[in-house]
Each structure stands twice: as C-alpha cells, then as structure tokens.
C-alpha cells in the first residue's frame, strides 16, 4: 500500500517505513542512542531527497527518545541533572559545529569529511568496546569476578574544580569535563548531522562510569531535548519536514522502542556492550566499503539550490 | 458587403494555413495531473493529426513525429568519484544549471533510421543533444558528455528520462498518437509538450502545449502550511512527536 508524501513529492510504501522504522526503534530504545544513524541513509537509499531525510527523521528521534525516556523516568533509571548539564554543553558545541559544517562545505569536502569522520568513529569506538565488553564477558565466564564500581571511586580528570554530585548515577564529578565532553558530542552531531547518542552512550560508560541502565535513560531524555529543537529549527529554516512521512515513522519508531526498551532491560551490561559494538563495527564497515571498493555508479546527481 | 467581407477573411484564413503544405493539431488527453494521497505516478496521451493540402505533391520520405516532454527546471550538480589512494572520492564535477527534472522524448522512428548523428545534433534530437544544445559548442567535449550520459542513466533508471523510439504511433496516415508516462517521483509544476513533424530531415510543422502537476486536497494544504506557516507546521510536528512517545508509554504500561 502506497501513500503519497506531500513534501518528499514521492509515494512510498506505509508498510516498508513502518517496519523500517520499527527495528530502528528497537535499536534505539535497547541502547538509547537515537537511531538516526540508521534511518537516514535507508530513507535516502528509497528515493527520499536528503534534506528532507535528515529533518523528519529528527521528529522520529524525538518520539522514539521521548517514549525511552518516559520508561525509564517511571523506573527512576533517568538523571535529569546529568541530562540537563549534557544539553546545556551539546548546545554549544552544536552551535560551534554548525559553523564549521558551513565552512567545510564551502571548502566543497563535506561528504568525503562525513564519511571518513564516520568510519573512524564507528570503528574506534565499535573496536574499543568490543575488546573491553568480551574481555568482561569471558571474565564473567571463568567467574572472575570484575572490577566493581565503588562508591568515591574516580578518575582522576573528574577530580577537577566544581565539583558537582549526581546522586542517580553515583557520579560526583567536575563540571568541566562533563560540559566539555557534551560540546564535543554536540560539535560532532552537527557536522555528521546525527544526534551523536552512539558516542555519548559509549562515553558515559567508560569515561564517566554511570550505571548502564542510567546511561540509556539519560542519553534519551538529552536527545530528546536536542531533537525536538532540531525537528523545528528544521522546519523553520528549510520547510523540509514531511509530516505524512513523520507519522509513519513515529507510529513504528515508538512502538519499536518500547520493545527495544523491554529487551535491553533484560540485557546484562556485557551483553549489552557487544551488541553495541557490534552494531557500530557494522556501520563503520559498509560506510568503510563504500570508500574503499570502486563504486557501480562512479557519477552522482545532487539538486542544488531547489526546494527540497 | 459584410457578406463580402466575411468571404475575403475567410480566403485569407484558407492561404495562410496552406501557406506550409503541411498543418499540425495537436491535444492532450489531460492538462492537469493531480497529486492525492494515493498518487502513484500518471499517463497523459498526446494526438495529433498531420493535415495536409490536397494540392501540394505527396512527400518521399515518410512523416517522422518527436514528441519532446520537459519539467520544470532544476540546478543540478553532477559528480564523478575517482580513486585517490585506497579511496574513492568525488573529483571531477559538471554543473546542468537548467536541466529539465523531467524529460523524455518519443519519436516514430529509431534515431538511426531518421537520419545521421551530425542530422540529430543539429535538430537537437534525442536527450543528449536536448542536454547539450547546438548552440554550445560545435563538437561534443568529451568530459561534457561524459556527465550528460551519467545524467542520462541516472535520470533514466528513475524513469526522469526517458527516450522511446518507436513511441509514436501512427493511428491512420495522418494521425498519431504518443503516451507520456509521468513517474510519481516527477515534481510538481509546469511541464511543456512539444510535437515536431519531420519529412526527411526537414522541420515540416511544430506545434507545443503544455500540462500541469498540482497537488491537491490535504497535500496541497500540507505542503502550504509547511512554507508559509513553517514554524508553527515545525511546532505541531514535534508536539505530535512527543504526544506519540507519550501515548506509547501509556498504552505499553503493564509491566
């Protein structure tokens, strides 16, 4: 069954972008990132023109976050502090990253940039937690037990001045490294435009320790708040929004992430950290190959200029 | 006298339209397509008839009929990748500032069979040269055609462009008939038909016209308050985004 979509100007399958839509939210709801990663490139792979790819998958993000966050808000597994001084740190690096998305493109490099900053991520931050996850998981096996986190247990770099304590996720921490992690996810969203959930899920764990069950509830409730802005900045600036195409992808997104939500809390960390890692490992190969293997179609067409 | 008068316009009438041995009429089947939510692309069929006078001698060579569709116009960028190490990445690049979004010709004869490729270069035949006018250099630079055909082949698997020999059919010997098959994917706006008659090479008649695609109903409603009431259109979609996220914790809530 087709429906026609107003702003894309092209019909498309409603049952495809629901189930589409659907796994991409389960995705997110499991590990709470935000999924745009995913959906984007499969809405441009359909024929969908990429501006309008990139703002409606924003309102997806959105509503799949809101429905995780809300979950764990009701389990307490939610710190609202935390997740206040990420947004406040993402905003300015978002804004920073907007600027140089501005200057790369005018330097006319921006999608070798996005690719490459792509793979390097994926495959850093998918090979590192790899390693470490099943270095935990065979410790678990053998019955070792692992080091456990213990209460005023801190790196040294959060022992910097202003101090702040984030009672949910036993976290008391510095400012400055919290704030000055958050810009950089926020300089990275911009310039990939992504929300960047796949690095500060990774970040929160390792770098900053918070419980796992806490990091997917609060890495929700962040990109909740900058998708939101994007949704309408998007809107606003370019009238690339497609809101047939939004309903559908909303109406899989958050049912998706419900069961998304349910699975992961059923995980243990370990697990949960393979799969992750698997994920981005996946990612960051088929972006990698596309780079590296000579391409069927060498040409490609871009519109300039027009509406859409 | 006004009977008089009446006569004389009329005989006027008669030797300007035999002024060229051959006249063309052309008619769409439709001249506007519209785009509701179940909207899966169109058809528009072209007639015309080829009107000649009794007196003039019979043409050697058969009639041969292009019908040229265009679409609005677009800013099109295209781009090669070449290999740069052990990437590949986009190098070279060709700029179409006001290539057709939609075009297709089609025609009653193979191209081949009309006459030579310098005869189709100079009328302009075929999607290549409709890229690439005359006008623009006398040969073809070889980067610039290079980009036309990927244009070409891309445009084409999309069905954006299309070139259909033999899709011209003649009915009787005067008449014929030509289908434009419009894909979904074809922006909305202003699109020019064009007819052509040619005998040998010769242009013996051109006739255009012209078709619409407009969205109506609630699409056209969405696509308008998207421009002109962007920020609230931006407002409402994010609450419905979070309205649905909220709803979907309600309605899940049993565990």
Redesign the interface.
């Known amino acids: 069954m087709?429906?026609?979509l107003?702003?894309a100007?092209?019909?498309i399958s409603i049952l495809l972008i629901i189930g589409m839509s659907a796994a991409v939210g389960f995705i997110s709801g499991m590990f709470g990132i935000g999924g745009g990663f995913l959906m984007t490139p499969l809405l441009i792979f359909l024929?969908v023109p990429p501006a309008v790819a990139v703002a409606t998958v924003s309102?997806?993000v959105?509503?799949?976050?809101?429905?995780g966050a809300?979950?764990n808000w009701?389990r307490r597994q939610l710190d609202v502090k935390l997740g206040l001084f990420l947004t406040a740190g993402g905003l300015v690096g978002t804004m920073l990253g907007v600027l140089a998305f501005n200057s790369i493109r005018r330097a006319g490099q921006l999608?070798?940039v996005i690719a490459l900053s792509y793979l390097v991520l994926f495959m850093i931050i998918g090979s590192m937690m790899l390693f470490e996850s099943l270095r935990a998981l065979m410790r678990a096996r053998t019955g070792k037990p692992g080091r456990l986190k213990r209460a005023g247990q801190h790196p040294a770099w959060l022992k910097l001045p202003l101090r702040v304590r984030f009672g949910r996720s036993r976290l008391y921490a510095s400012a400055i490294p919290i704030l000055g992690f958050a810009a950089m996810v926020g300089f990275i969203g911009a310039v990939l435009g992504i929300g960047g959930g796949f690095i500060m899920v990774p970040a929160l764990l390792y770098l900053f320790r918070v419980p796992t069950l806490m990091v997917v509830g609060t890495s929700l409730f962040q990109i909740?708040i900058t998708m939101?802005a994007a949704?309408?900045?998007?809107?606003?600036s370019n009238?690339s929004?497609d809101?047939?195409l939004?309903?559908l992808l909303?109406?899989g997104g958050?049912?998706g992430?419900?069961f998304g939500g349910?699975a992961g809390r059923h995980l243990r960390g370990e697990s949960f950290r393979v799969l992750l890692a698997i994920l981005l490992l996946a990612v960051g190969f088929r972006i990698g190959s596309?780079?590296?293997?000579?391409?069927e179609?060498?040409?490609?067409?871009?519109?300039?200029?027009?509406r859409g | 006298m006004m009977r008089g008068a009446a006569l004389a316009l009329l005989w006027l009438l008669v030797l300007t339209a035999t002024a060229r041995p051959e006249a063309l009429v052309v008619s769409l089947s439709a001249h506007r397509v519209l785009i509701g939510s179940n909207y899966t692309g169109a058809q528009i069929a072209v007639f015309g008839s080829v009107e000649r006078d009794g007196r003039s001698v019979a043409r050697a060579d058969p009639y041969d009929v292009v019908v040229t569709a265009q679409g609005p116009r677009q800013h099109l960028l295209v781009r090669e990748k070449d290999r740069f190490g052990p990437l590949w990445l986009n190098n070279e690049q060709r700029r179409f500032g006001e290539a057709p979004s939609f075009l297709a010709t089609y025609t009653t004869r193979l191209f081949r069979e009309m006459g030579s490729e310098e005869d189709a270069r100079r009328l302009n035949l075929g999607l290549r040269n409709k890229l690439i006018p005359a006008g623009a250099g006398l040969s073809f630079d070889t980067g610039e055609a290079r980009f036309a055909d990927a244009l070409i082949r891309i445009k084409g698997a999309g069905k954006l462009y299309q070139e259909v020999e033999r899709g011209v059919t003649f009915l009787t010997p005067s008449m014929f008939q030509a289908p434009i098959i419009l894909p979904a994917t074809a922006p909305t706006g202003n699109y020019d038909v064009t007819v052509e008659v040619y005998s040998g090479q010769v242009l013996l008649a051109k006739q255009q016209t012209s078709f619409e695609v407009v969205q109506i109903g609630f699409e056209q409603q969405v696509a308008r308050l998207a421009r002109s009431w962007s920020l609230t259109y931006g407002l409402a979609t994010a609450l419905m985004a979070l309205g649905f996220g909220w709803l979907a914790t309600v309605i899940f809530r049993r565990d």
């Open positions: 087709q429906i026609y107003p702003i100007e092209m019909p024929g309102a997806q959105a509503a799949s976050s809101m429905t809300v979950s009701q999608e070798v909740l939101t949704t309408l900045f998007h809107a606003a009238q929004v809101i047939v939004a309903v909303i109406i958050v049912i992430a419900q349910r596309e780079l590296i293997f000579r391409p179609e060498p040409f490609s067409i871009s519109i300039q200029g027009a």
